[in-house]
């Protein structure tokens, strides 16, 4: 068949379902392209909802994936406000919107992405409860931190993981009072583990945050959908007029769970399981995105990853595939984060666990470095925090697997090229 009547469906409008279609139309398919996503907003991309956008520093026209017009001038089929409840494999159809209209696919991308994880304790349901994904999120917290910085209010946050953080540097910014609440022993521990970890407690101590470390919420108190305070199951009551959940987000694979197609061990972070080629068992259904779960030579294991850089490289990746590439992807894990004045990028992969020391390179106290998570003498990840250009060369150290001198690494006049042979 040729490409011109061909239809690939790709469903979710995040940034690896936007940049899926864009690569379609790039490498010349020439085919119908149908995106169909129950959001109401054009693709956007999610970083800025928890930084600038929040921060009323950044224009809401910025976080867009394209303009409005590139879908139509891309003969991109948009239908945006629509969910996609059923894949029938067999008659290779997708269902979507109200009226239960279903188009014919030859090539279908799941880009479903994840949604925040609820608190499951009394109280969840009072107004002053919030979750931070979507934009009408961002612009509905936006409006809590100004009245709580201007009344001098107080926010509780369950979850030190990035959000958590970030939306904490956020409502400091604004003048709030906040209170971190984080069942692990440090911020970030099961990305990071309690070395760097401790670096972003300080960090956030020093602009005024509480942190409560090993503690869970069990109660959210209120009054006529207000909130009054948090509980944690150490017996403490914090004070709050808001609460913000940023206890992680689940990957959205009801669609292919219904469809009967595999899934990940939820030991292994869940997802769609897809090959290196990010095809699920379904030779015609691919997934990418946060979604995905897909098996990393390099790191030796499945990895579902949450982070901008893997949807904007990882829809690309699905989209050449659907068209036949053979292209592995296999890309290094990359992550960002702005808190206050602290920049980092975060390459690699080195959960608690999997890696015996960390190396510092650089100033540790005045948090101008680059950490190194090594095992065996091999680097699994680095982070570079407020030193900047350094991406490249620490992901070729991680996929070198050089065996490195720690001593050379820990020292910034030994150029980092010269390790990764
Ligand atoms: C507040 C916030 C801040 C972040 N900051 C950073 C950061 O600083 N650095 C970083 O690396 N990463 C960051 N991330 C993570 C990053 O944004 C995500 O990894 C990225 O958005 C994933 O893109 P995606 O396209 O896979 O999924 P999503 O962006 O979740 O898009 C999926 C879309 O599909 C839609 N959808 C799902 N199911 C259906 C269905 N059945 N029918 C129709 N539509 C459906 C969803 O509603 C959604 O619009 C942040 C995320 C958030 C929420």
Known sequence: MVDADQTFVIV??????????????????????????????????RPPLSKGYLLGKAARDSVFVHEPAWY??????????????????????VRFGEDGTTVRYDKLLLATGAEPRRLDIPGTDLAGVHHLRRLAHAERLKGVLTSLGRDNGHLVIAGAGWIGLEVAAAAREYGAEVTVVHRGPTPLHSVLGPELGQLFAELHREH?????????????????????????????????????????????????????????????????????????SDPDIYAAGDVASFPHGLFGTRLRVEHWANALNGGPAAARAML???????????????????????SGWAPPGSYDQVVIRGDAGKR??????????????????????????????????????????????????SLAS
């Open 12 to 45: 979710g409008g995040g940034l690896a379902g936007a940049k899926a279609a864009e690569t379609l139309r790039e490498e010349g398919f020439t085919g119908r392209v149908i995106l169909i996503c129950d959001e109401r907003d054009h693709p956007y991309e």
């Open 72 to 93: 139509a001038r891309h003969d991109v089929e948009l239908h945006l406000g629509q969910t996609v409840d059923a894949v029938d494999r067999a008659a290779r159809t």
């Open 208 to 280: 005024g945050v509480r942190f409560h470390f090993g503690v869970t919420l069990t109660e959210i108190t209120g009054q006529d959908g207000m909130v009054l305070a948090a509980r944690t199951d150490d017996g403490e009551e914090h004070p709050a007029h808001a609460v913000l959940a940023a206890i992680g987000a689940a990957p959205r694979t009801a669609l292919a769970e219904g469809a009967g197609l595999q899934l990940a061990d939820p030991a292994d972070g869940g997802g769609v399981l897809v090959d290196e080629r990010l095809r699920t």
């Open 324 to 346: 036949g590439r053979e292209e592995l992807y296999d890309r290094v894990p990359y992550f960002f984060t702005d808190q206050y004045d602290l920049g980092m990028e975060y």
């Open 368 to 417: 101008e470095f680059i950490a190194f998570w090594v095992r065996e003498g091999r680097v699994l990840a680095g982070m570079n925090v407020n030193v900047w250009d350094v991406t490249d060369q620490i992901q070729r150290l991680i996929r070198s697997r050089a065996q490195v001198d720690t001593e050379a690494l820990a020292d910034p006049h030994v150029p980092l090229e």
